[in-house]
């Protein structure tokens, strides 16, 4: 669920290089890896995280273990993603790349959006 939070992520990112690539999971790697059904397609949300003008390119994530590969791949030097991952990519410290960890924007989530709506939909 795309929000305000994920394009200031997006935003910071984007200030630490000069090209932003951003991993989105397929929907097979959601569905069998990380047990969450999307609403929206691979493509769509695809098509959604081009339309935002920090990002330079969308490749699909297929795996845990694809950061590694990736980040030969696409020759990139600094790896960003939300401090809620803490320490969890820090491997990619020995691939020579800097890893950040971003702080969230403090006062929307995915997490709250989604108990808000659960909440207003029974109150009805």
Known sequence: MLHYGHINLLK???ALGDY???AISSDEFNWEKKH???Y???EQRKQLVEAIRYVD???PEESWDQ???DVHKYDIDTFAIGDDWTGKFDFLKDEGVDVVYLS???EISTTQIKTDLNKNAEKK
Request: hydrophobic letters at 45%.
């Open 12 to 14: 910071r990112a984007k």
């Open 20 to 22: 932003l690539i951003v």
């Open 36 to 38: 969450k059904k999307t």
């Open 40 to 42: 929206f397609t691979f």
């Open 57 to 59: 390119l969308v490749i």
């Open 67 to 69: 950061k590694t590969s």
């Open 104 to 106: 969230r924007t403090p």
